[in-house]
């Protein structure tokens, strides 16, 4: 079989099954620690841990059919038409010609008034996706790095990321929940007297730190798996539209922009960072532990696997 | 795109569809039956550059083969222009009545992209058409989709929806036209239109 040059990267490719597997295996863990504590303490775990995984399952599905609307009004964002001016009228063109190379339907298209230099795109499918460029960042880029920031997000888009990562985020909010409703009924059921107490605190005391434990690991592997997904979401933009350079200076101009904008800014965007181009909080100034809890890989790793792309497209048949 | 290849982000680039542009002289013949459009002998293909030394040989190879092939039969050289959103087209000119052989240097210049890897950086090709008002308008095949649509500009970046779905209609079955009609994108300032 004839080697492509738009071979997968089997490093990421392994990382990710490796992240993606762990993850699974932790929420498998999870049930069997409730179970165990319910069958140990003969207490009513089966029903908390029920209605906890209810809860959570109706946020998730809920967060994912609203994903774009709320993504969207947290950033101020407006659809436009390509009709609306000549900035949406480019976005537009350059929107067209990536779902074209891509073979996706077209998202809808806004537009965020801001200087912040960002991007994201949104949607549980490609049916309902929904792209946004900021006046700031279509401000700093030209044609090309915006081509390559824009394939970038409609990578995401196609690899239903937004999915992935509300299922994958999943378990933590049911950890989470169950945390604390066991927190609660110990402060509420606390004062009783009765032969159950003992095995009343005992299991309400094992759900919690269970709980805990649970929601630490999953939250650093959902960050890893996060970091891991927007360097593939990097590479199939870069191999979608053939110019990895362009991507890179487009990084390079907005990560370095980024830090220079004035804290105002910066907390309104915390929330939605993880759908955004470069994450909107640069906590990494040299700091290593910060990394483990970034969303974004470092611009050095991201520049780096750009380079492999580079090479190669590069590379003669 | 597989369960597995969007569970772990690995995107397969599209392959184009090459060969449904053959339909194409028969549709300009019910074309200029129905409404009063001939071709006008220019027809582009337009594709995405890829940066480094590979593919820019791979596209002077193409240019050469195009060039020789039209200067045989005393044609014009190809001409390659970059649009302002980065696409490079490559365009072809050949007498008016020569459609079936501008069609074959089309798919000539595809199919080299193809052979050399190159297939996922092919976006449209576009076949220019006029009629004796000087209106212009262009079938515009999207490789990726294996589907048509037409394409009928006026000055001022308006379209002339009318007419496109005119032509349409004219036409009729004889293409395969494109079913989303949001992926009927305007191609402004397109060279040889």
């Not at chain 1, 994958?168 to 402060?187: D, P």
């Not at chain 1, 970034?294 to 090479?311: G, I, N």
């Not at chain 2, 582009?44 to 083969?65: H, I, M, N, Q, Y």
Request: charged share 20%; aromatic share 8%; net charge neutral.
């Amino acid at each position: 079989m004839a080697r492509t040059r738009y071979a997968p990267d089997r490093g990421l490719t392994t990382r990710m099954t490796a992240t993606i597997f762990l993850l699974g295996l932790v929420f498998v863990a999870f049930i069997a620690a409730i179970i165990g504590i319910g069958a140990a303490t003969h207490g009513s775990t089966a029903v908390i841990a029920l209605f906890a995984i209810v809860l959570g399952g109706g946020f998730m599905i809920g967060s994912l059919f609203f994903s774009d609307k709320i993504a969207l009004a947290t950033a101020g964002a407006r659809e436009v038409s390509p009709n609306d001016g000549p900035m949406a009228r480019d976005l537009h063109a350059i929107v067209d010609r990536i779902c074209a190379l891509a073979d996706m339907p077209k998202p809808r298209v806004a537009i965020a008034d801001t200087d912040m230099p960002n991007a994201f795109a949104t949607g549980r499918n490609a049916d309902h996706a929904v792209i946004c460029a900021t006046t700031g960042l279509m401000r700093r880029l030209n044609h090309e790095e915006l081509e390559g920031v824009l394939a970038h997000e409609m990578s995401h888009v196609a690899h239903k990321d937004v999915q992935v990562m509300t299922i994958a985020s999943f378990l933590a909010i049911v950890a989470a929940l169950l945390m604390r409703m066991a927190f609660y009924s110990e402060l509420f059921g606390g004062g009783r007297r009765n032969n159950n107490d003992q095995n009343a605190a005992l299991m309400l005391f094992a759900i919690m730190a269970v709980s805990i434990v649970v929601y630490a690991v999953s939250f650093l592997l959902i960050r890893l798996l996060s970091r891991y997904r927007e360097l593939a979401a990097d590479r199939s933009g870069a191999l979608l539209t053939g110019q990895p350079s362009a991507l890179k200076s487009a990084l390079i101009k907005v990560s370095g922009d980024m830090s220079r904008i004035p804290t105002r800014d910066l907390r309104a965007a915390e929330g939605l960072n993880a759908f955004f181009f470069a994450p909107a909080m640069n906590l990494n100034a040299g700091a290593s532990l910060s990394k483990i809890f970034s969303t974004h890989p470092s611009l050095e790793r991201r520049l780096a696997e750009l380079d492999k792309v580079q090479r190669q497209l590069s590379q003669a048949r | 795109m597989g369960f597995l290849d969007t569970l772990l982000g690995r995107t397969k680039p599209v392959q184009p569809k090459l060969d449904d542009l053959f339909a194409l002289p028969s549709a300009a013949i019910t074309l200029e039956a129905g409404t009063n459009f001939k071709p006008t002998g220019s027809g582009s293909v337009c594709f995405r550059a890829v940066e480094g030394r590979s593919f820019s040989d791979v596209e002077k190879d193409v240019r050469d083969l195009l060039n020789a092939s039209s200067s045989a039969e005393g044609g014009l050289p190809v001409e390659v222009s970059k649009d302002s959103y980065g696409f490079t087209w490559l365009v072809s000119s050949r007498m008016s009545d020569e459609l079936e052989a501008l069609v074959t240097d089309l798919h000539a210049v595809n199919s080299s992209l193809v052979d050399n890897g190159f297939g996922p950086q092919l976006l449209c090709t576009l076949v220019a058409f006029r009629d004796d008002q000087e209106r212009r308008l262009a079938l515009i095949y999207l490789y990726k989709r294996g589907t048509f649509y037409p394409f009928a500009p006026l000055p001022g970046e308006r379209r002339d929806n009318a007419l496109e779905l005119e032509v349409k209609g004219v036409i009729g079955d004889d293409l395969k036209w494109e079913s989303d009609l949001s992926r009927w994108f305007p191609v402004w300032g397109a060279p040889g239109m």
